[in-house]
């Protein structure tokens, strides 16, 4: 099982950026792509970013494409969210996920660990 950490969440004003990280720990091997997700109060929690661990290949909703980053340090173990040009609608606890699969899953049910989840607010 892989463990999953995030930090780096915070408050922002809009037009503001933050960068999330998620370190993995454990049987990080086991898990060939790794996304983030996010979740505001009263709403279902959603794809924000992928990334296939060995290619780096990403991909990234389209609510936030443009915006968001997502990349990898494979020597750390660590995948960050680089988040820009914030808006209020942003807000949200983000969780960082790993699955097994090969691909950039984008349903929460594609993932099989999952981070404790960070608090981002942006503020207007």
């Known amino acids: 099982q892989v463990q999953l950490v995030e930090s780096g969440g915070g408050l922002v004003q809009a037009g503001g950026s933050l960068r999330l990280s998620c370190a993995a720990s454990?049987?990080?091997?086991?898990?060939?792509?790794m996304a983030w997700f996010r979740q505001a109060p009263g709403r279902v929690r959603e794809f924000v970013a992928g990334?296939?661990?060995?290619?780096?290949?990403?991909y990234v909703a389209n609510s936030v494409k443009g915006r968001f980053t997502i990349s990898r340090d494979t020597v750390k173990n660590t995948v960050y969210l680089q988040m820009s040009s914030l808006k209020p609608e942003d807000t949200a606890v983000y969780y960082c996920?790993?699955?097994?699969?090969?691909?950039?899953?984008?349903?929460?049910?594609?993932?099989?660990?999952w981070g404790q989840g960070t608090q981002v607010t942006v503020s207007s």
């Open positions: 990334i296939n661990w060995s290619a780096g290949t990403t």
């Open positions: 454990g049987r990080t091997f086991s898990s060939r792509a």
């Open positions: 996920a790993g699955r097994l699969g090969v691909g950039i899953g984008t349903t929460t049910n594609e993932y099989s660990s």
